[in-house]
C-alpha cells in the first residue's frame, strides 16, 4: 500500500479514497440491514466479482450475492464495523484492505465475534467504484461458529 499523507493527495486521490471507503461501508450497512432486494450486489461490485469467504466462495454478481445473504442469514442478526481502510490507487483500480470486527448474534443470543481484514480490488466502471474481488481473512474467533453444511 502506498504510504500518502493527506497534504500530498490531489484532489482526485481524495476523491477516490472517500468513495472507495463509501463503498467498504455500504457492503457492511447492506450485510447488517439485510437489504437484499433483488440485484443488490450490482450497486456495490462488477459482473465478475469473486468473493473468499471461510464459509466458501462465489464468483459472479448473482452467486457472491447469494453467499452474502446466506452468510448473514445464519444468525439473528449481525454487526460488521471497518477500520484501518487502506487503499492503493493504480489508475482505474485499486488495492484495498481493512480490518474487520463482525459480531455475530445467534438465534439464543449467544455471540461469535470475528476480527479479522478483508482484502479487495475494486475497479472504477460507468457507475462508479465496484468491488472486483474480496476476500475475508479471519485472524481470531470467539463463540460458537455458524453451522456449514
Known sequence: ???HHASQDSPVQTLVQTSVQTLVHRLFRALDAREFAPGWMGGLATEDVRMETPVGTAEGLEAVGRL????VGR???TQHMASGILIDIAGG??????NAHMTHVHDDETLFTVGGRFDAEVRH???GWR???MAVRPVWTQGRPPVVE
Do not use: C, L
Not at 452474502?68 to 452468510?71: G, I, L, Q, R, S
Not at 483500480?93 to 481493512?98: E, K, P, Q, T
Open 1 to 3: 500500500m502506498s504510504d
Open 68 to 71: 452474502a445473504e446466506e452468510a
Open 75 to 77: 444468525f439473528a442478526r
Open 93 to 98: 483500480r485499486a488495492d484495498v484492505s481493512w
Open 125 to 127: 466502471t460507468p457507475d
Open 131 to 133: 468491488f472486483s474481488r
